[in-house]
């Protein structure tokens, strides 16, 4: 089984070549003020620039999910902050028994019944 490590030299320059490219033509059409024209470049600029970064692993442009996943990582960690300010007892029990990832999971080590 051979494993795919991303592309190789001559398709680097291919890229690199194309991204020139565009970046040459978005500059002439925002000169001359077709905003079609340009927006048409900007989009193939940012397809092209996306499936790189994912095909190469380059974290600064995220998808969708990932974005998502680091917007609730923050918040939950935000708001355990605030509960462990206020209800110290809570906080830590809140912090060290979420786990924050892909998929935000509540794992106390024992069952907890809780009193209403």
Same mark, same amino acid.
């Given at each position: ?9 001559? +398709?680097?320059?291919?890229?690199? +070549?194309?991204?020139?490219?565009? !970046? ?6 925002? +000169?001359?003020?077709?905003?079609? !024209? ?23 442009? !995220? ?31 809140? !912090? ?10 509540? +794992? ?9």
């Amino acid at each position: 089984m051979l494993l795919d490590d991303g592309p190789d030299a001559r +398709a680097l320059r291919d890229y690199r +070549a194309r991204l020139d490219e565009l !970046r040459s033509e978005l500059d002439q059409a925002e +000169a001359m003020g077709d905003l079609g !024209r340009a927006q048409a470049l900007r989009n193939e600029l940012e397809t092209l620039m996306a499936g790189l970064s994912l095909r190469l692993g380059n974290p600064r442009l !995220r998808g969708p999910a990932e974005t998502a996943r680091k917007a609730v990582t923050k918040a939950l960690r935000t708001q355990i902050g605030k509960i462990l300010e206020e209800y110290p007892a809570l906080g830590r029990h809140l !912090r060290d028994t979420i786990r924050l990832g892909t998929v935000c999971v509540y +794992a106390p080590p024992v069952r907890i019944d809780w009193e209403t």
